[in-house]
């Protein structure tokens, strides 16, 4: 059984898309749609912005958004999963490969998602760190520690055995930083991100998107989407709205959701978008899977 996976955040590049725009007629168009519907040439900063440019979050989901679910448009017949899944912001776009919402809806709510969750960056300075080579048990237990002394840090990203992001306050993710290197972590790494993804400082940005989401006409997708919160296959239009809106404050289980889907059969998986970040990630969860690119 085949699965197609899309990334998130942190897989963009300066050029992505480019040769999908100058290839493909139906990509070009759905490239022009975006611009319209976005109301700025977003192409010009994938195609030729600087990597600077490319970081600002609301340039960088829709930006993946697009190069992702245009490329799964442009496989046409080819596009025959057994179920879907994306990191994050990825789900998003697994979600419109599937047919559960129009490319449309699904690029007005990118941008919102995007711009809401900017806000609640700027409005609480947070941050995120990758964690190496230590128990998510132990990870966990130290984020709850330094969450009951008033600062806010908690696990946001399980990406594979071996490698937890933790996100949130500054000051609680350099302090979960020390202690987790003194429990014998390889690396406690802060990453170069905007804020506190995947964590309750995100609550602000989850109520937007909810209302957004909440207006937002969802159909049953063409196969499962395993999604982030569940780690499980969902086809339920209503059950995908709720999984979709908890997302944003809760932790992203991907070691559980290619753990799920291992066990549920899946054995190949093809990237969808920018990128090799997934299937990295894939072949650390599962050695014996087949991950390429589309």
């Not at 969450?147 to 908690?154: F, K, M, P, Y």
């Not at 997708?221 to 997302?247: F, G, H, M, R, W």
């Not at 059969?265 to 899977?289: R, T, W």
């Amino acid at each position: 059984m085949k699965a197609y996976i899309f990334p998130g955040q942190g897989s963009q590049y300066s050029g992505m898309g480019k040769e999908l725009f100058e290839m493909s007629d139906s990509a070009r168009t759905l490239f022009e749609k975006a611009n319209s519907i976005l109301g700025f040439h977003i192409t010009g900063t994938m195609f030729g912005g600087t990597d600077e440019e490319l970081k600002q979050t609301k340039i960088t989901q829709p930006a993946i958004f697009l190069h992702s679910v245009i490329l799964a448009k442009t496989l046409g017949e080819n596009f025959k999963p057994d179920a879907v899944a994306g990191h994050s912001l990825g789900e998003f776009s697994a979600l419109v490969a599937a047919n559960a919402m129009s490319f449309e809806d699904g690029i007005s709510l990118v941008y919102k998602r995007a711009m809401a969750m900017q806000k609640a960056c700027e409005a609480h300075p947070s941050t995120m760190a990758a964690i190496l080579n230590l128990d998510d048990k132990i990870v966990e237990d130290i984020c709850a520690e330094i969450t009951a002394s008033g600062e806010v840090v908690v696990a946001a990203n399980y990406n594979c055995p071996g490698q937890l992001v933790i996100s949130g306050s500054i000051k609680g993710v350099n302090t979960a930083c020390e202690k987790m290197k003194a429990a014998g972590a390889k690396r406690a790494l802060v990453l170069p991100v905007g804020g506190a993804f995947h964590s309750p400082l995100m609550e602000p940005a989850k109520k937007e998107l909810a209302e957004a989401i909440n207006g937002t006409n969802f159909s049953k997708p063409i196969c499962p989407i395993y999604q982030n919160v569940t780690a499980s296959a969902v086809t339920d239009p209503v059950e995908i709205k709720k999984n979709l809106i908890a997302q944003l404050t809760a932790p992203v289980r991907w070691t559980q959701t290619i753990q799920q889907m291992t066990t549920d059969g899946i054995n190949s998986y093809v990237e969808v978008g920018p990128g090799k970040v997934l299937q990295g990630l894939v072949k650390k969860i599962n050695k014996d899977a087949e991950a390429v690119s589309a």
